[in-house]
C-alpha cells in the first residue's frame, strides 16, 4: 500500500489532461458528433426539424427512444409509481440533461433503461428501444451483452462500481474482456489507452493500483475509463459529480464532454444542478414526482422555461455574486408517490396555482402540451399566459 503519489491529486494534471488532447478529440470526433455540431450552428434546420416530433427536441434521429415509461414497486405500504409516463429521445452526439429534485424519478428511470432493476419487485411498463432494439421484457441474459457494452452508467459513487480488492488495472481488463474475446495482453493495451485518455498519468504505474491508491477526482475518471472502454454508444451518468468538489467536478464534466466527442455517444445526464445542465446539456427534460413536466432544447428550457416548477428550480440556484445572492428554495415537500394527488402533482406548492380558473389545478393533471401551439419544446401545465407571467414576473428575479 503506497502513499498517493503527488499525481493522485485533482490538481493540476486533472486539469490538463482532457485540454492537452482537445486538438486530437477535434480531429477524430466521430462522425455523429461532427453532424450535431452542424446541425447546432443551423438553427433553420433545427427548428423546422423539432416541429415533426414533440420527443424529440432536436430533430436527429434518436439513438435511445424512451416512450410512455412506468416504474412501479409494489411495497409493503402499496404501489410506489416512482415513474409515470415517460417518454424522451436522444441522438448519438447529443446530452439530454434529466433535471430534478431527489425523489423525482431520475435515477429510477435511468436504472429501467439499464435494466438494473430487481424483475421480480419491478413492474416496468412501455417502451425502451435502442438503436431501434426493444430493451422492455427482454431476457436477462441478452441485456447483459447490452449492458456495458452499447449502453454503460457511470455512478456518483465511483466505490459502488470499483471492487476495493482488485487493482484498478484488472477491473478494466475484465470489464473488456466480458465484451470481447482478445488475449490478457491486448486487453491490458486497451485498459492503459482508455486510462491514458481519461487524464490519469503515468497509466502503467496506475494500471497495478488499487481504488483507495486514487484520489476521489481520480477513481472518477478510472470508472468512467471502465465504463466506456467498450465504446458504449450510451452513456447514463448518474449525479458523476456530486460527490467531488467543484473544480474536479468541472473537470470531469470537460472529460464527459470532450469523450462525448471522441466517440459520437448519446449521454443522458442526471442532475439537481442546474450549473452542470447549462454545462453539458443540448437537450433539458425536468422531472417532478415521477413525471416529465418540462421538456425541450437547453436554449428553450433555460432561456425560456413555461413551467411554474422549473421556475422555481431556476429561481433556486445560488448564484456566485452575494450582490444578487438568488437562493430561493422551492417552499414545501414533493408528493408521495404511494398516493399521487388528483390533478398537478405541483399543486400543493405552486404559486401560481390562483391564476388558474377554478379547480383544474386540483382536478385535471396538466396533459404535456408544446409550449407555442407547435413545436418540441413542451411542458405539463394549466396556466394560459405562462410566456407573460414568466416575462413579467420570474425573468426580471432571475437577474
Ligand atoms: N426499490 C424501490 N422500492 C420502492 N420505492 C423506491 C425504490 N427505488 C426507488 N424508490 C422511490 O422512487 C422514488 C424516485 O427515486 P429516484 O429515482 O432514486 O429519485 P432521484 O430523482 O433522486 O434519482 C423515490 O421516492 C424513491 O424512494
Ligand atoms: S397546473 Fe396549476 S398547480 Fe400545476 S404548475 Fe400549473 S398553475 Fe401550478
Ligand atoms: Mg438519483
Not at 492503459?192 to 488499487?210: H, T
Not at 483507495?212 to 465504463?227: D, L, N, P, V
Request: aromatic share 4%; with cysteine; proline share 8%.
Amino acid at each position: 500500500m503506497s502513499t498517493p503519489a503527488p499525481e493522485d491529486r485533482p490538481a493540476p494534471q486533472d486539469r490538463l489532461a482532457p485540454e492537452d488532447r482537445k486538438d486530437t478529440m477535434a480531429e477524430s470526433a466521430a462522425t455523429p458528433a461532427a453532424a450535431t455540431t452542424d446541425a447546432k450552428r443551423g438553427p433553420s434546420i433545427a427548428t423546422r426539424e423539432r416541429r415533426e416530433s414533440s420527443i424529440n427536441p432536436s430533430g436527429e434521429t434518436p439513438y435511445l427512444v424512451v416512450e410512455d415509461l412506468a416504474v412501479k414497486f409494489p411495497t409493503a405500504d402499496g404501489l410506489v409509481s416512482a415513474v409515470n409516463g415517460l417518454s424522451y429521445s436522444v441522438p448519438l452526439g447529443r446530452t439530454l440533461a434529466i433535471v430534478g429534485e431527489s425523489g423525482s424519478g431520475k435515477s429510477v428511470s435511468s436504472m429501467a433503461v439499464m435494466g438494473l432493476h430487481d424483475r421480480k419487485r419491478t413492474r416496468i411498463t412501455g417502451s425502451i428501444r435502442l438503436g431501434g432494439d426493444e430493451l422492455v421484457g427482454l431476457p436477462e441474459n441478452d441485456l447483459m451483452k447490452i449492458r456495458g457494452d452499447a449502453m454503460a452508467m457511470v455512478f456518483q459513487d465511483p466505490q459502488s462500481s470499483l471492487h476495493p480488492l482488485y487493482t484498478i488495472g484488472n477491473q478494466i481488463v475484465e470489464a473488456y474482456r466480458v465484451h470481447h474475446k482478445v488475449s490478457k495482453d491486448a486487453a491490458k493495451k486497451r485498459a492503459l489507452e482508455m486510462l491514458d485518455l481519461v487524464g490519469i498519468p503515468n497509466p502503467q504505474r496506475r494500471f497495478g493500483q488499487y481504488p483507495h491508491e486514487f484520489s476521489g477526482g481520480m477513481r472518477q475518471r478510472a470508472m468512467i475509463a471502465m465504463s466506456l472502454v467498450n465504446d458504449p454508444k450510451l452513456v447514463i451518468a448518474d449525479e458523476p459529480t456530486t460527490a467531488l468538489d467543484v473544480t474536479v467536478q468541472a473537470q470531469i464534466l470537460d472529460l464527459l464532454n470532450n469523450l462525448q466527442k471522441e466517440f459520437g455517444s448519446a449521454i443522458v445526464m442526471i442532475t439537481h444542478d442546474l450549473g452542470v445542465v447549462a454545462e453539458m446539456a443540448d437537450d433539458v427534460l425536468v422531472m417532478y414526482a415521477g413525471r416529465c413536466v418540462e421538456y425541450g432544447t437547453a436554449e428553450d428550457v433555460l432561456a425560456n422555461p413555461r413551467m411554474p416548477y422549473t421556475w422555481g428550480l431556476l429561481e433556486s440556484i445560488p448564484t456566485v455574486s452575494a450582490a444578487n445572492e438568488r437562493l430561493r428554495p422551492i417552499k414545501g415537500l414533493p408528493p408521495s408517490l404511494l398516493d399521487l394527488p388528483a390533478g398537478c402533482s405541483f399543486r400543493p406548492r405552486c404559486p401560481y396555482v390562483d391564476r388558474v380558473k377554478g379547480e383544474l389545478c386540483s382536478i385535471e393533471l396538466p396533459e404535456l402540451m408544446p409550449v407555442d401551439g407547435a413545436g418540441a419544446h413542451t411542458s405539463r401545465c394549466h396556466l394560459h399566459d405562462k410566456a407573460s407571467i414568466y416575462a413579467a414576473e420570474v425573468a426580471p428575479r432571475l437577474g
